[in-house]
């Protein structure tokens, strides 16, 4: 946790640029060092090489955090003509240009400073990695790629572990049993049409679902003499050789209508071409928005009159990409309230730029908090505080990030200027994330999993930036671990976290749990555990948390501090869906 005091601070950020939209900078950044063949001259104009093998070449040849930018983070939204350009960049600088505008060009509001696009990208493939992992990362899955490519569907018929399925006639009819599937709508999908449904099957029941364009495929009992017959072939009027000798692709059973010659599989949405159609469709990049950026830059001197809190955590998207929850608190004392008919109102303009050492602008945020309290709640609302939290994906490296908080109400104003450090997760050893320690922590429902301040993945998650909870709250440890191997036979890790509270010397707490009991087998795992404090003493306490991997004898662990304090009156206010203690 930091806190921000009241000393001046100088800093580049503007009247204009605190709470107006769209900011950007020009500068460069030097601080990217071109490898000799970077440094190569074109003689004369360059032509477009289109050749598949060039340009495998050329991919193979990129340096390592463009190749993982190319190949990990936008393989399913990057057009064929942009990835042809993007190999043929000669510099570092040029491919940092390209990624820029690569964003900028999908930003559905450029009149604003966030790129709405890019955060919801970017959150896909998180959640993609939590819950699609199976052996490989989620994101590199049929299911995640879809997911990635066009957002959770309208409607999941879910069958994780199979059962009776009672065939619709166009499939033949008649009773089966099934592999682990399950059916993804999509009420309208752009370019593609309306109410598109996408089958994904586990024929190993492993996790490893795949997007399937045949509906027989789920059949478990297809190779089984007589068992999971259709209407005709319990009839004698088929066999289950005739499955596999159609010419439509499908392995489904011939149906009535497939015998009187009424279509090639028995319904003309299902029939070989345009399950091909559709199979490729929801595969392809999706359409690109060309959009302009206004830039703006100015500078000025401002002095702290509002103190703040504020932490930051890093959770991985991809190999080359960092989730990074910025988290702001504020005490509501802080904040100048104003009288309106009974109500007492406060708004603070929050601003935030996050930029390389060399001044080149990589993100930029802004919001309102606003907080209302009735005469009667203000005096206790004023011992609490006020909490915000904006997620940004950056890739690894050195940043500075400037912070301006104003209150509308006084003209007061709050800066932080601070180095804001992001380091790689690697993609071959067992590594972990930050250890968030919260005083608020519940599932959400599936419309807002992903959704809003304070959600990882389908977990609302608020830090306690203080680290202090009292006897009467609960304490939420969330964690998670990445890169963990996974068995060639089993798709299951096999893995064991060693959970231990102490005080001083003191072991007051130890458990052991392994990936069974968490019911995770991926090579990411997420810990979540919500511990009552009633039966806890007051004191300050240590939390480590190790996780071994059994099968690549590599371990890693992260601790944080915490203290409980007696239990006291609930003085938590949370008013106009702001959050707030």
Request: hydrophobic residues 35%.
């Amino acid at each position: 946790m930091k806190r921000v005091g009241r000393t001046p601070f100088l800093i580049l950020l503007g009247g204009a640029l605190l709470f107006s939209f769209g900011a950007r900078a020009h500068a460069q950044d030097a601080d990217k060092q071109d490898t000799p063949a970077d440094k190569q001259q074109d003689s004369g104009k360059k032509k477009t090489d289109k050749n598949p093998k060039n340009l495998r070449k050329l991919e193979k040849e990129l340096a390592t955090p463009y190749k993982k930018w190319l190949q990990e983070e936008v393989p399913y939204i990057i057009s064929d003509e942009e990835r042809s350009a993007f190999l043929q960049l000669q510099t570092n600088e040029e491919r940092e240009q390209f990624i820029e505008a690569f964003w900028q060009r999908r930003d559905p509001t450029p009149d604003t400073v966030e790129n709405e696009f890019k955060e919801e990208h970017y959150r896909r493939i998180a959640y993609a990695n939590e819950r699609f992992a199976s052996g490989i990362p989620g994101w590199k899955t049929d299911r995640g790629r879809i997911y990635i490519i066009w957002g959770p569907p309208d409607e999941i018929e879910a069958h994780p572990t199979g059962g009776l399925y009672n065939r619709p006639s166009e499939e033949g009819g008649g009773s089966t049993t099934t592999y682990p599937y399950e059916d993804w709508r999509y009420r309208y999908m752009e370019g593609i049409g309306n109410n598109i449904i996408i089958e994904f099957v586990d024929t190993t029941s492993t996790g490893e679902y795949h997007m399937s364009m045949d509906p027989g495929e789920k059949d478990a009992l297809a190779k089984v003499p007589g068992a999971g017959l259709s209407d005709l072939e319990a009839m004698g009027m088929s066999d289950k050789s005739a499955r596999f000798s159609r010419t439509d692709g499908s392995t489904a059973p011939l149906s009535l209508m497939d015998t009187q010659g009424q279509s090639s599989s028995g319904l003309s949405s299902q029939n070989e071409f345009n399950r091909l159609e559709q199979f490729a469709k929801v595969q392809a990049p999706p359409p690109v928005k060309f959009k302009d950026l206004e830039e703006v830059v100015s500078s000025r001197i401002l002095r702290n009159q509002i103190s703040f809190d504020y932490r930051y955590d890093f959770l991985r998207i991809t190999g080359d990409t960092i989730l990074v929850p910025v988290t702001v608190q504020i005490q509501n004392k802080q904040m100048t309230f104003k009288d309106r008919d009974g109500v007492n109102s406060a708004t603070l303009n929050l601003f935030a730029r996050i930029s390389t050492l060399t001044g080149r602008v990589v993100q930029t945020f802004e919001d309102v908090i606003q907080r209302d309290f009735p005469d009667s709640l203000l005096e206790p609302s004023l011992k609490g505080f006020s909490i915000y939290q904006k997620a940004v994906p950056l890739r690894p490296g050195l940043y500075k990030m400037d912070m301006v908080i104003k209150d509308v109400n006084s003209g007061n104003v709050g800066v932080v200027n601070t180095r804001l450090a992001v380091s790689p997760i690697p993609d071959d050893k067992l590594d972990a994330s930050s250890l968030i320690l919260a005083d608020q922590m519940e599932p959400v429902s599936s419309k807002d999993v992903g959704v809003g301040q304070f959600v990882l993945g389908s977990t609302k998650v608020r830090p306690k930036l203080d680290g202090e909870f009292r006897g009467d709250q609960i304490l939420g440890i969330y964690l998670q671990f990445y890169n963990l191997k996974v068995d060639d036979k089993t798709h299951k890790n096999n893995m064991t976290l060693d959970i231990k509270v102490t005080q001083g010397q003191q072991v007051v707490s130890h458990d052991v749990k392994t990936g069974e009991q968490l019911q995770q087998n991926g090579e990411q795992i997420t810990f979540q555990q919500v511990v009552p404090l009633k039966t806890v003493p007051p004191g300050k306490y240590k939390l480590e948390i190790q996780a071994t991997d059994l099968i690549a004898n590599q371990t890693v662990s992260r601790t944080a501090d915490f203290t409980v304090l007696p239990a006291a009156a609930n003085n938590n206010v949370t008013a106009n869906g702001v959050p707030g203690r």
